[in-house]
């Protein structure tokens, strides 16, 4: 019978340690998702020129958690479908022949 080599038991606090770790690591990340205000009216910003906030027509939501997530906007320039993209944080219009990226205000 050939023994296999096993990793040392973990103790109480090992457990814990990493169960702590994990809450820390969790509690760090920023929230980004554009979630749909309560009263439904979303107003966009042009990253480009911040000068005056424009109201959204909101084309698609998502519900996550009991909550709505905006997915899709409509571009206030030509109409088209912005989507979301989390590495810009916010949406984006391609049909332009420079992309114009548009950031969600919050309110409140």
């Known amino acids: 019978m050939a023994c296999e080599t096993m ?5 109480m606090m090992d457990k814990y340690k ?11 990340k920023v929230d980004n998702t554009p979630f749909l205000p309560e009263g439904g009216v979303v107003y966009i910003l ?3 020129n ?3 906030p ?4 909101v ?9 709505k997530v905006i997915s ?3 571009c206030p320039l030509c ?3 912005m989507s979301w993209n989390p590495s810009w944080e916010g949406f984006e219009c391609r049909e332009h022949d420079r992309k114009t990226v548009y950031e969600i205000l919050k309110t409140g």
């Open 46 to 48: 042009d990253s480009m």
């Open 54 to 57: 424009v109201r959204a027509e």
């Open 72 to 74: 899709e906007v409509a």
């Open 50 to 52: 911040p000068e005056m």
């Open 79 to 81: 109409g088209a479908s």
């Open 7 to 11: 990793g040392r038991r973990q103790s």
């Open 18 to 28: 990493l169960q702590m770790k994990a809450l820390k690591k969790q509690r760090g």
């Open 59 to 67: 084309l698609k939501t998502t519900e996550v958690n009991r909550r």
